[in-house]
């Protein structure tokens, strides 16, 4: 199954842009990429996801190298209530099996 | 409102007593999962089912089984709960239709088994 790896922690100043990068080397070619964050102890939310392409919506952007072996997650704007716990995730083909991480805890500072 | 509901949100219980966490979408989504979450194991797949009738282990089933007789709804059963089952439960859904949605999640179910 492919994996991701992510770094423990991040800190990123109200206002900046947070780029969290997420390893996936083991990637499949049909394999999604897919971001969640959680907050708290709440259901992890749906942030973004990819195939190959770069992508963009109302909450962030996602870049993926051409190689499909990493991923970055850009938050343009961090404000306080980013405040949470990140996940990058690849689902296993032809299945509905999603593989968590650890994830990668960022933290907004004023 | 589109959503994932479980219910109930909190329970604490005794070891041995039959409990069945429900789980229902208003999406008409096709795939359904169970996931627990533990402190430093992250969220792992219980279960997972793809439509009606269809349903798949994920990576820690032992303990658990679940149905899927209609498509809104996908109850996890513990049939007979131990100490170890102790964890923050969430259930997801997504579309089917179109390849690579992505899964939606309710809010939590946290069980105590004592």
């Known amino acids: 199954d492919a994996k991701t790896t992510q770094p423990t922690s991040m800190d990123c100043a109200e206002g900046r842009a947070a780029n969290l990068p997420c390893n996936h080397s083991?990637?499949?070619?049909?394999?999604?990429v897919y971001w969640y964050r959680q907050i708290h102890s709440q259901g992890p939310q749906y942030i973004i996801h990819g195939l190959k392409n770069n992508e963009t919506n109302e909450m962030a952007s996602l870049i993926i190298t051409e190689d499909r072996k990493s991923s970055t997650l850009i938050l343009p704007h961090a404000t306080l209530r980013d405040t949470a716990v990140y996940y990058c995730i690849v689902r296993v083909a032809n299945t509905d099996k999603l593989i968590f991480g650890t994830g990668t805890r960022l933290q907004v500072f004023p | 409102e589109a959503q994932v509901t479980q219910n109930p949100r909190y329970l604490i219980t005794v070891t041995g007593k039959k409990l069945t966490v429900t789980c229902s979408q208003n999406m008409n989504h096709e795939y359904m999962s169970w996931y627990r979450q533990d402190p430093g194991l992250g969220l792992r797949q219980i279960y997972y089912s793809m439509n009606v009738e269809v349903t798949d282990k994920g990576d820690v089933p032992e303990g658990y089984k679940v149905s899927r007789k209609e498509k809104r709804n996908f109850p996890l059963i513990l049939e007979s709960p131990s100490p170890n089952q102790t964890s923050l439960y969430f259930c997801?859904?997504?579309?089917?239709?179109?390849?690579?949605?992505?899964?939606?999640f309710g809010d939590g179910t946290r069980l105590s088994i004592l």
């Open positions: 083991t990637i499949s070619g049909n394999e999604y």
């Open positions: 997801a859904s997504r579309s089917g239709v179109l390849r690579g949605q992505p899964q939606h």
